[in-house]
């Protein structure tokens, strides 16, 4: 997200207006929703975190115990047992 001067993108009738509820202010206009997009879109996190939870749980099926998975993925037991149940749910179906 970039800041934009209002001056260079907004007529001044309208920069008067918002004046009068937020003199000097930074505000946040947000996106209309048509135009979100979704959390990891515009990187490769999403799918990152994807492979990485299916490798977990590959090597959890290999035997692989949630404390040694915990410690070598740098995440909480609490985390571990999260990911696989909720790839248990995906293959499962």
Do not use: C, F
Request: charged residues 35%; hydrophobic residues 30%; without cysteine.
């Amino acid at each position: 997200m970039g800041y934009k001067k209002a001056e260079e993108i907004l007529p001044g009738e309208l920069i008067d207006r918002i004046q009068q509820y937020v003199d000097g202010e930074t505000i946040y206009i947000p996106r209309k929703s048509a135009h979100r997009r979704a959390w990891g879109e515009r990187t490769q996190t999403r799918q990152e975190l994807s492979r990485r939870n299916r490798q977990i749980y590959e090597e959890y099926l290999r035997g692989e115990g949630v404390l040694e998975l915990a410690s070598k993925y740098y995440l909480s037991e609490k985390s571990i047992q999260r990911i696989i149940r909720i790839m248990r749910g995906v293959y499962s179906k």
